[in-house]
């Protein structure tokens, strides 16, 4: 049941909202977060029913841990409850991909049965790691009750695909709720304008720049340069706008059961640098990577290179580049169980690593543009290796990048082969097709749109009631009824 489905849409949401609140206005909190647990189990459930023993599994198996640690805390009991949730992780995702590997590096060809991957596994697992440490380092104040805890993980707004919360963000809010103290129906205006700007962007904007990046993406060997950068930049717009979106339906369905969920985008597309890219993209898994894998990583080789080296040459490796390179193959892998986003990862890491040299050395700085250039062409590469169906495609795409052989200009833009010396150019016929006014049109407004659009996730409490506002959420309402079609399913979903 996709957000952007007509099903969640004039049925589901509808009716959940109007159990709850009508349950908050005769019964109470405690039973008002009840009916929101039993919808989002139903919600979960849709997908596929067996799988949800896993997940209430899951959340059994963690909550008793989580009660646990807060009372007594315990490194082996933690390092038990963190093996217990990476292990039920490692049998969905990804244990075909490492027999695979494994079967590989001995010489062996092995098949396995195809597994169906839980969807959101990776995020309510995270999640609930999150939360046992954090019990265990005494962060959580109060030892979350059965309801509270279910609500945390269970909530169906951002179940499936985040943001990641930590367990401190909601408890306070999840309190108010349950004593009557909540904001009920105050947030309700600003969560579905913010809700309708999500639901913009995935079906208005996401869904229809999808076509080209995915026929380019299929043609992989055989692209010309424009083809190759025209799918690339598509696909990074699609992944944008629609991971994105799905984030501010996230925060916008929270806001309307009254709960502020954590934003996961600010524009990451105006970043300057890799270190400013990585504090606006996907930001609450940004911050889990380096709460509980960074942070402890880099504290530990940081004493130990104290202890052995004085000089910064030596101790930049080990503390600062060797952190952040684990941190980001992990979190490339965290993606999916192929190499594509492992290299994904290690691009992205690399590109940090170079962003914090370069600080670190006290270069000269480079003109405004240049870095956001050199940051967008570092992203866009990591991209292509995030998309493409194998590692191969991935290097066929970006062995054409750069290669002026492939430079060749479509019938329409032919009028530019004299001037500008490309003679060759002028009877080109396009693998893809891709190459057209519609598609420079898409791109060119998608591009401005994801630098200058504003926020409404980041900014929700201006969201006041007016005339004007009231207009605009008409016109997203009338956008959206006019592209609802067959509903393309969130690309995080996969993850």
Not at 315 to 339: M, N, Y
Request: hydrophobic share 55%.
């Amino acid at each position: 049941m996709l957000f952007s489905s007509p099903g969640f849409l004039f049925v589901f949401l509808p009716l959940c909202l109007l159990a709850f609140h009508l349950t908050l206005w005769k019964a109470g909190g405690t039973a008002a977060m009840g009916v929101s647990v039993l919808f989002s189990v139903f919600f979960y459930g849709w997908w596929n029913p067996p799988y949800l023993a896993l997940l209430l599994g899951s959340i059994g198996g963690n909550f008793l841990f989580a009660r646990r640690l807060s009372r007594v805390p315990s490194r082996f009991l933690l390092g038990l409850a963190i093996i217990f949730n990476l292990a039920l992780l490692g049998y969905f995702k990804y244990r075909n991909f490492f027999l695979e590997n494994i079967g590989f590096a001995v010489g062996e060809t092995w098949s396995f049965g195809t597994i169906f991957i839980p969807l959101g596994i990776s995020f309510f697992t995270f999640q609930q790691i999150a939360l046992l440490i954090d019990s265990n380092d005494g962060e959580v104040s109060h030892p979350p009750g059965v309801l509270d805890y279910t609500q945390f993980v269970i909530f169906f707004p951002q179940l499936i695909a985040g943001p990641i919360i930590l367990f401190r963000e909601l408890s306070d809010q999840l309190a108010d709720l349950r004593a009557g103290k909540g904001a009920g129906l105050a947030l309700f205006g600003p969560g579905l304008v913010v809700f309708l700007m999500g639901l913009f962007k995935k079906v208005c904007l996401a869904d229809n720049i999808a076509p080209f990046a995915d026929i380019v993406f299929s043609h992989a060997t055989e692209l010309t340069m424009l083809e190759a950068w025209a799918g690339a930049v598509a696909y990074a717009l699609q992944l944008y706008f629609d991971f994105s979106g799905y984030s501010d339906m996230a925060v916008g369905l929270g806001l309307l059961f009254g709960l502020c969920l954590p934003i996961n985008f600010d524009t990451p597309f105006r970043a300057v640098s890799m270190i400013d890219f990585w504090k606006r993209w996907h930001m609450t898994m940004t911050r889990f990577f380096m709460m509980y894998l960074y942070a402890p990583v880099a504290l530990s080789l940081n004493r130990f290179g104290l202890a052995r080296f004085t000089s910064q040459t030596m101790l930049f490796p080990l503390t600062v580049a060797a952190p952040i390179l684990l941190t980001f193959l992990v979190a490339g892998l965290w993606h999916g169980a192929g190499w594509t986003f492992i290299l994904f990862g290690a691009v992205n890491g690399v590109g940090l690593v170079i962003n914090h040299l370069w600080r670190e050395a006290k270069c000269p700085a480079l003109p405004r543009w240049l870095n956001w250039a050199l940051t967008m062409l570092t992203v866009l590469i990591s991209l292509v290796y995030f998309r493409a169906a194998s590692v191969a495609d991935a290097h066929a795409i970006l062995a054409t990048f750069f290669s002026p052989g492939a430079l060749v200009l479509p019938n329409w833009l032919s009028w530019m082969s004299v001037p500008l010396g490309l003679p060759w150019a002028t009877l080109v016929v396009f693998t893809t097709g891709v190459f057209t006014i519609k598609f420079i049109t898409w791109v060119a407004a998608l591009g401005v749109l994801s630098l200058v659009m504003p926020n409404p996730a980041k900014d929700y409490d201006r969201l006041v009631p007016t005339p004007f506002l009231a207009v605009i959420s008409a016109v997203l309402v009338w956008m959206v009824l006019g592209w609802l079609d067959e509903p393309r399913t969130f690309l995080y979903f996969q993850f």
